[in-house]
């Protein structure tokens, strides 16, 4: 690396801390203060509401711009090797891809706190963070990955995500943040993140307003591609409504015009506005990011392994980014399971992907130059390795447990804490204690630590 790049670095590098923030930017003095609010959301007045809609413009502003700002800073090593994308392929991507791969080099001594699947369980998430860090300030030679999946399933994944967001704005170097399955453009609208955010932000005089409105555009949002819709609606006005409605064929007069004249009030664009916003913010989220040495290189990203793109150019290259090539959702839904068949390398599974032996990975790994890879999304998997069987009764699944597993200690899979049920008013359907994992990574040796938060814990 020349010198030119190495101070192109120093100063983006220098840039983004200038840009990093406090807590007090988001109305509040302390992290306790903080969490106090988000635990009594369920509870809140209108100008309470008021308070958490500002507080999520603010977060979700700060992340989006930071990563708007972050690919923009960095375009001149985005794809920057011809032999990774064909200059047919150049003018394509042009625009930010859908999935894509972020990396970092290090040196010395380094902390990564590795946090798996929260689904909306705040609660779970303020523990953890609250030992990690001081303030919401994350110490140094220490950095925070996220995993995906901190949305669905709990009744609190507006307050997760912010959280997630504004300790990735107050360390904005310190914290990276993966897209899982259910920030993806597949799933966060089927779920019931917008129904969430419109029964947190609104008051309760639109609320009972637009009830059937809201959920008819939820309905939409099935239908279309929903960053299309939503940009039709927003910048298009009653012509981009009026449009996507013909799409979408919404036949009935009096719906189509009911719908024209109330989406389109002040209070709902208002609110539309920050949803879009949001998912335009996890859209831009990296899907797989490295960690890499001279001696080791650390895969994380959300699913299992993914065999369709060959990534070892991009990890010996400069490059900081590099879109994933082919069908590059396997990185969120594919899986590693123990328990295969001997013989199978992989299965395919209409409901979760690619199914691979650990032992087909292992090798992969190998011939690819990974010398461990962290995931999360196989929500049972921490069990089945603790009684060694996918045979769970529902005492196993209901104990409480630690939520990490490793897999011939190469491979590790990471849920952090309790998953609920939202169909049984969020009742708890697999207990595990608030984990992660810790991996310490210096010039010659890693070493994985396990970190399990129980209620006799002081610290």
Not at 121 to 128: E, F, G, M, W
Not at 310 to 331: M, N, Q
Not at 397 to 420: A, N, Q, R, Y
């Amino acid at each position: 690396m020349n010198k030119f790049i190495k101070y192109y670095l120093f100063f983006c590098l220098f840039i983004f801390n200038l840009n990093s923030v406090s807590i007090t930017e988001f109305g509040f003095d302390t992290f306790r203060d903080l969490d106090n609010f988000f635990l009594c959301t369920d509870s809140f007045n209108d100008e309470a509401r008021e308070k958490l809609a500002t507080l999520s413009k603010t977060a979700i502003w700060e992340v989006y711009n930071y990563l708007v700002n972050g690919v923009k800073l960095k375009r001149s090593w985005f794809f920057c090797a011809d032999e990774f994308v064909s200059g047919k392929d150049q003018r394509l991507l042009r625009k930010m891809p859908q999935y894509y791969a972020q990396k970092m080099d290090i040196s010395g001594e380094l902390n990564f706190y590795i946090i798996g699947d929260l689904h909306g369980n705040y609660r779970t998430l303020s523990k953890i963070i609250n030992r990690l860090t001081n303030n919401l300030v994350v110490k140094p030679g220490n950095k925070i990955i996220f995993l995906g999946d901190f949305i669905d399933r709990g009744p609190k994944s507006l307050e997760t995500t912010l959280l997630i967001f504004i300790l990735k704005a107050i360390n904005p170097e310190n914290i990276i943040i993966l897209k899982g399955n259910h920030e993806d453009d597949v799933l966060y609208h089927l779920k019931g993140l917008f129904k969430e955010m419109a029964e947190k932000l609104q008051t309760d005089e639109l609320k009972s307003k637009n009830e059937v409105i809201l959920q008819g555009i939820a309905g939409f949002f099935l239908e279309e591609d929903s960053l299309n819709i939503f940009y039709k609606v927003l910048h298009g006005g009653r012509d981009g409504l009026q449009q996507v409605l013909d799409e979408l064929k919404v036949e009935d007069e009096v719906e189509a015009q009911n719908l024209l004249e109330q989406v389109l009030s002040v209070e709902n664009i208002e609110f539309l506005s920050l949803f879009y916003n949001l998912i335009k913010a996890f859209r831009l989220l990296p899907s797989v990011f490295y960690v890499k040495n001279d001696n080791f290189c650390f895969q994380f990203n959300h699913g299992g392994w993914y065999d369709f793109w060959d990534f070892r150019k991009y990890l010996s290259s400069t490059a900081v980014f590099c879109e994933i090539i082919g069908d590059a959702r396997g990185v969120l839904w594919n899986e590693v399971d123990p328990f295969m068949k001997k013989g199978d390398l992989f299965v395919l599974d209409e409901r979760r992907g690619i199914v691979y032996n650990p032992s087909y990975v292992i090798e992969k790994m190998k011939e690819f130059g990974i010398t461990a890879m962290y995931n999360g999304h196989n929500h049972l998997l921490p069990k089945e390795g603790l009684i060694r069987s996918c045979d769970l009764s529902d005492e196993n699944l209901l104990e409480p447990s630690t939520g990490v597993v490793g897999i011939v200690s190469k491979i590790f899979t990471i849920i952090s804490g309790p998953i609920l049920d939202a169909s049984s008013e969020y009742a708890v359907a697999i207990n595990y204690y608030p984990s992660y994992l810790r991996l310490l990574v210096n010039d010659g040796e890693w070493s994985p630590h396990v970190h399990v938060i129980k209620p006799s814990s002081k610290k």
